[in-house]
């Protein structure tokens, strides 16, 4: 059974960094042919994408988050992270990591991130 743990959500000031981190387990050997995304949903709206990886390691982003989110895996580690600089307001949302693959999906629980002063 795939699961995803995020973690590293919290409290930051706008203008401040957080790291976010999706350990999974239940993959195998596998995780590095998984496509692995960060998606968002702030209270009221839809989830949307913020960033996703592929097996090759491309990356795409959110053009609210361009700049300033950078997502990246490790392997080895069987792990993704979202690095988010800069961050605003409007950045405040729980954010979720989803692994993809043979046209399956699997979600983690979501970790919540709150800009403000």
């Known amino acids: 059974q795939v699961q995803l743990v995020e973690s590293g959500g919290g409290l930051v000031q706008p203008g401040g960094s957080l790291k976010l981190s999706c350990a999974a387990s239940g993959t195998g050997s596998i995780f590095g042919r998984y496509t692995m995304g960060w998606y968002r949903q702030a209270p009221g709206k839809q989830r949307e994408l913020v960033a996703v990886i592929t097996r090759g390691a491309d990356t795409n982003y959110a053009d609210s988050v361009k700049g300033r989110f950078t997502i990246s895996r490790d392997n080895g580690k ?5 690095q988010m600089n800069s961050l605003k307001p409007e950045d405040t949302a729980v954010y ?22």
């Not at 699997?106 to 919540?112: A, D, E, K, L, S």
């Open 78 to 82: 069987n792990t993704v992270y979202l």
């Open 96 to 117: 979720f990591c989803k692994g993809s693959i043979f046209a399956a999906d699997y979600w983690g629980q979501g970790t919540q991130v709150t800009v403000s002063s």
